[in-house]
């Protein structure tokens, strides 16, 4: 199986220029790819593929662009490849493959000649040499693609793709004792079914907040029309990108922690399959679920299920789950948004609202198991 190993590295001023460098030129095959092929299109109806804008760029690398010759070729047909990938993801449904900003986080990809050394602390990259690498870990296996990257706060990482070897862990059986329900929420991030929560990190709360607050000072001090932004525009974007980072630092140490926690008490986990691409078309939607980090949430589950042998089952999107009662299955038409909790007129159960979403998810979840899947009590 492929796992994925991420390290801070340390590059020296000289390797930091070169990495400036590939960074660059890297942009510029993407972005030029990315405007040959809008061309081609608009013009002409053509599509051009990866193999046409690698020849493309060959000819310009002899020519009028000689200065892509510092980069590692592979890097750079590397870049167009990502173009391909985007283009393929537009088609399945992903937004538009969009321009890449020298402002944004930079990385580039090297798919072979990467060695690393875990005695000396150190990995070796094409051109570039020995770089300092801090091996929190060590890892065993085949090394596949690396990426390196420059966050907007000038950190540099390096992460490592790896094929152990190794088979994936066989699916624990369905039983119903084992499985779990998880109703998501904006206020209540996660709602489990057995009456266990999950809320949003207060200090994240908080941290949004004041990330507000300086994003406000920084549009203040951006001049319109001005060649160069000021000094302390410079100062404040750099204040903004750092607190960026913290929070989403933050808040993936927080969905790391609750996904695994979950991952470990339960051999079956029971989830709506929310439609989170159309639900973030609607803005006030799309950043509450951002906040929330839904999505990231519900890709740990799925990866970490596989490496512990864990079943994650969808069920459709549901409406009313949180006003059927999950004792008696009688629906309880009056209830409002607001009620967070409610008596069941027909068997008197007293159910939380959350709560009992989530145990509804998990009874549908268990009831439309596959046939080849026997359900054991
Ligand atoms: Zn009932």
Not at 74 to 97: E, H, I, V
Request: hydrophobic letters at 30%; glycine letters at 6%; one cysteine or more.
């Amino acid at each position: 199986m492929l796992r994925a190993y991420k390290y801070a590295i340390l590059p020296t001023e000289e390797q930091k220029q070169q990495l400036a460098k590939f960074f660059g030129s890297c942009r510029f095959v993407y972005n030029l790819g990315l405007e040959t092929k809008l061309q081609a299109w608009t013009s002409a109806r053509k599509h051009l593929t990866c193999i046409d804008l690698a020849n493309q760029m060959k000819e310009l690398k002899d020519t009028e662009a000689e200065w892509l010759q510092e980069c590692p070729s592979q890097t750079l047909q590397m870049s167009l490849r990502n173009l391909d990938n985007a283009y393929t993801n537009f088609f399945r449904g992903g937004g538009f493959p969009k321009f890449k900003s020298k402002h944004h986080k930079q990385s580039i990809q090297f798919p072979q000649g990467v060695k690393t050394d875990f005695e000396s602390g150190t990995i070796f990259l094409p051109k570039l040499k020995n770089v300092t690498c801090i091996f929190h870990r060590q890892f065993k296996g085949d090394i596949k693609t690396v990426t390196v990257s420059r966050t907007t706060t000038g950190k540099y990482f390096v992460s490592i793709l790896v094929e152990n070897q190794k088979q994936l862990p066989k699916k624990k059986p369905v039983r119903q004792k084992t499985t779990v329900g998880i109703d998501m929420g904006v206020k209540t991030f996660a709602t489990l079914s057995d009456g266990t929560f999950f809320e949003n990190p207060k200090h994240l709360r908080c941290n949004l907040k004041r990330l507000r607050v300086e994003q406000r000072k920084l549009s203040r001090r951006f001049k319109r029309g001005a060649k160069e932004q000021s000094k302390s525009y410079q100062k404040q974007k750099l204040i903004v990108a750092k607190l960026h980072e913290h929070i989403k630092n933050q808040r993936e140490d927080y969905l790391h922690k609750a996904s695994i926690n979950i991952i470990r008490s339960f051999d079956t986990i029971c989830l709506e399959d929310l439609n989170i691409k159309g639900m973030m078309q609607n803005e006030k939607l799309a950043l509450a679920i951002g906040e929330v980090g839904w999505y990231k949430f519900k890709t740990m589950l799925e990866y970490k299920a596989d490496w512990y042998g864990k079943n994650i089952q969808y069920i459709g999107r549901f409406e009313p789950s949180s006003k059927l009662c999950s004792h008696c299955g009688h629906i309880f038409k009056e209830l409002s948004l607001k009620d967070r909790s409610w008596t069941c007129q027909s068997c008197g159960t007293t159910h939380d609202r959350d709560c009992n979403a989530a145990n509804n998810i998990k009874n549908f979840g268990l009831r439309f198991k596959p046939a080849t899947v026997n359900v054991s009590h």
